[in-house]
């Protein structure tokens, strides 16, 4: 398996961002990933009761419609808690994508990142569309990348290449991400396209499979987004035997995994703020669920996370979360590990003495710096 950090597009996806107005700051903020191919499509939604507007069109898009080309995003307005008037700007943004790519409207599917609570220009998204398409390229996803940006730093991406029998497989996985993450659906935006063939069933196991122990397992603030999704297109182009089980499945999803899960890493280093990389582990539960579930209440914990950013070894914070988790725990059995604080990574062992089963949660410290910006954002 080949790892690139730069990511380049597999056979088939074309990419490109552009400028159309919606930030303020005149930064990129319209993206667009487009496959020549009719490809499957296989998403994970946020679970918050409180859902965007592109989110329910894409959702009922998926389910009418088995052939995706493309999937238009924009930065800098979440389009959520729009009501029935964010539908139809959602719905007539794809439109606008569609009709100038000339597939059917229900191929296209959206998202949004930004504010919440504010009606989207869809005049802008409409004037930018032409140029977004005609600037569709191969070399694309540079640009696509920083388009989804909102309080990032940097951008995130990656892309594999394995092998599937005799063929070459290629997965390249774009994120966005920094602030308003927590696990339970996603925790940020990232959309992911193969030119694996693969069966549908075989995709949306693999997806699964993979979220359950990336995205899923990090936090920045504990706050979960209208917006998060996790979206992976194939549309086959690699000629390889059909994916529907066996060893090619298990090769794939663990390159489907390795991909998420580096870029879900890649969020919490570029949490809002943040100045330390904390790794908590969790050893010896009764299941993955419960190691996940402790690790995670640590995670979360303001307490903790601040006594990290002051260089404090207060291990009493993590017993403290550890206990608050609702698990059953044996004071005498826990056993807590916490490393050094004084560099940039923090690695934190827990071991609740139950079982085998274990899991790793990602988290940042909590700083000043994530207070100011989001005193500020507005």
């Known amino acids: ?43 994970k939604f946020t679970t918050n009761s409180i859902i965007a507007a592109p ?43 569609a009709l100038e790519l000339k597939v059917p409207k229900k191929s296209v599917l959206v998202n949004s990142t930004g504010i919440i609570g504010k009606r989207l220009d869809i005049a802008k998204i409409k004037k930018a569309i032409p140029e977004l398409v005609s600037g569709l390229s191969c070399a694309g996803i540079q640009k696509a990348e ?8 940097f951008s995130k991406e990656l892309t594999l290449s394995l092998k599937i029998g005799a063929k070459t497989v290629n997965i390249c996985g774009i994120a966005k991400g920094a602030g308003m ?65 066996g060893k090619n ?4 999803s663990k390159a ?25 582990d969790v050893a010896q539960a009764k299941n993955f669920h419960e190691a996940r579930k402790a690790a995670l209440n640590i995670a979360n914990s303001a307490l903790f996370k601040t006594a990290v950013f002051g260089e404090n070894p207060n291990f009493g914070r993590v017993a403290a979360a550890v206990g608050a988790s609702g698990l059953k725990i044996n004071e005498n059995q826990l056993k807590i590990n916490l490393g050094s604080l004084k ?3 923090v690695k934190l062992t827990v071991s609740l003495s139950q079982g085998k089963a274990s899991a790793t949660v990602y988290t940042s410290d909590l700083t000043p710096g994530y207070i100011k910006i989001n005193a500020e954002y507005n």
């Open 1 to 43: 398996m080949k790892k690139v950090l730069k990511a380049y597009l597999p056979a088939g996806f074309k990419a490109n961002g552009v400028a159309c107005g919606l930030k303020r700051s005149g930064k990129p903020d319209l993206a667009l990933l487009y496959s020549e191919y009719p490809a499957l499509a296989s998403a």
């Open 55 to 97: 989110l329910i069109v894409s959702k009922e898009y998926l389910k009418s419609n088995k052939a995706i080309r493309a999937v238009l995003v924009n930065s800098g307005n979440a389009n959520c808690f729009t009501g029935k008037g964010g539908i139809k700007d959602a719905q007539a943004s794809a439109g606008y994508a």
């Open 146 to 153: 920083k388009a989804i940006m909102t309080t990032d730093t």
């Open 181 to 245: 993450i927590a696990p339970d659906m996603a925790t940020m935006l990232c959309f992911i396209m193969t030119d694996a063939k693969i069966t549908k069933q075989a995709l949306d196991k693999s997806l699964s499979a993979a979220v359950d122990k990336s995205f899923n397992c990090i936090s920045v603030d504990g706050c979960m987004s209208t917006n998060d999704t996790v979206l992976v297109l194939a549309n086959g182009k690699a000629g390889n035997k059909i994916i529907s089980g």
């Open 249 to 252: 499945q298990k090769d794939f």
């Open 256 to 280: 489907l995994e390795l991909i998420c899960l580096e870029l879900a890493k890649m969020v919490v280093k570029d949490a809002e703020g943040a100045t330390k990389f904390i790794q908590i």
């Open 343 to 345: 560099g940039k990574q």
